[in-house]
Nanobody, 117 residues
Framework: QVQLVESGGGLVQAGGSLRLSCAAS????????MRWFRQAPGKQRELVAGITSDGSTNYADSVKGRFTISRDNARNTVYLQMNSLKPEDTAVYYC???????????WGQGTQVTVSS
C-alpha cells in the first residue's frame, strides 16, 4: 500500500520560509511523478508544483520564483521549499503521487501552513 506522509507545516510570519517534506513508502518512488497541491478554506484544491521522475519541474504562476520543489530518490522524499511566504499562501498542503504502476493517484493527509500578516 502506498503511503505519503507530509511534515513541516506550521505558523510563520509573512516574508518567512518553511520547508515541507513528504515521505513515500510502498512504491518505486523514483519512477513516479510527485506533486504538491493546496486547499484554502472555501476554495478548490489547486496544483502548486510538480516534479517528474527525471526531475523536470513546473509551478503555479502564483508561486513561481518563491517556491522550489525537489526530490531525493535515495530517501523516497519530495520537498517544497517555500520562501517569501504571503498570507494568501495559507492552506492545507497535500502531497500527491501519480503512480505509473498502479495507474492512479495517491494523497497524503495534508499539513497546515498558516502565514500571518
Amino acid at each position: 500500500q502506498v503511503q505519503l506522509v507530509e511534515s513541516g507545516g506550521g505558523l510563520v510570519q509573512a516574508g518567512g520560509s518553511l520547508r515541507l517534506s513528504c515521505a513515500a513508502s510502498g512504491s518505486i518512488f523514483s519512477i513516479n511523478a510527485m506533486r504538491w497541491f493546496r486547499q484554502a478554506p472555501g476554495k478548490q484544491r489547486e496544483l502548486v508544483a510538480g516534479i517528474t521522475s527525471d526531475g523536470s519541474t513546473n509551478y503555479a504562476d502564483s508561486v513561481k520564483g518563491r517556491f522550489t520543489i525537489s526530490r531525493d530518490n535515495a530517501r523516497n522524499t519530495v520537498y517544497l521549499q517555500m520562501n517569501s511566504l504571503k498570507p494568501e499562501d495559507t492552506a492545507v498542503y497535500y502531497c500527491n503521487q501519480w503512480n505509473v504502476v498502479r495507474n492512479r493517484d495517491y494523497w497524503g493527509q495534508g499539513t497546515q501552513v498558516t502565514v500571518s500578516s
